[in-house]
């Protein structure tokens, strides 16, 4: 599998980069944001690279593609986004083409589904799958490393939540915004579910 390729930038375009590596030119597709982090031509450039194959089931043809990132958290994010029934690759990468990877993964965990729904292909429907989905997955992410005491707490609070009859996605975000208040350390696990309460 390719992870990476470092070289030197051939081409760019909105959408698409030429990187030369040992004399070898490969097609990278990117995301339509990427374009204006890139180094300009002829400059050295590494980028991130998720390699795909699809195989057309009636003729047997195989379709080699690579998808190409600025960063591994972007790359990382397009990966959960596409294991989304509905998301393909295509639209994976227009998702990412609208913002910054960490403000998708902020509006997707806050259930910002206006933020996806502006996007084409997206709908009502699919955008409520993408966060329904994704945004406890991406809440978990965004709490590591963190120390254990402070995990404890924040899955006793979940469990404490989801006891009392709320929506297990909602007291997550909403645990979540608790928890970035108190960067610090969380606090005591009585008073972060009444705080998290207080959130909902």
């Known amino acids: 599998m390719i992870e990476s390729l470092s070289g030197i930038l051939l081409e760019k375009a909105p959408g698409h980069a030429v990187v030369e590596c040992h004399g070898v030119g490969y097609w990278v597709q990117l995301p339509a944001s990427a374009y204006e982090l890139l180094p300009a031509e002829g400059r050295p450039v590494r980028v991130q ?5 699809t195989v057309d089931v009636r003729s047997g043809q195989s ?48 259930g910002d589904e206006s933020a996806l729904r502006g996007i084409k292909g997206i709908g009502p429907k699919l955008a409520q799958r993408i966060i329904a989905e994704l945004g406890p997955v991406l809440a978990g992410v965004a709490f590591t490393p963190a120390p254990a005491a402070g995990n404890t707490v ?10 009392l009859g709320l929506d297990r ?9 608790v928890l970035k208040e108190h960067a610090d350390g969380p606090p005591p696990l009585e008073e972060l579910i009444k705080l998290t309460l207080k959130n909902l």
């Open 169 to 177: 996605v909602k007291a997550e975000r909403a645990l979540q915004g």
């Open 154 to 163: 924040r899955s006793e609070a979940l469990s404490a939540l989801v006891s």
């Open 63 to 110: 379709e080699h593609r690579l998808f190409g990132f600025i960063n591994a958290q972007e790359r990382a994010l397009f990966r959960q986004l596409i294991t989304v029934q509905g998301v393909s690759a295509t639209l994976g990468m227009a998702i990412l083409g609208t913002r910054r990877a960490e403000d998708l993964r902020g509006a997707i965990v806050a």
């Open 49 to 53: 690279v998720h390699y795909a194959v």
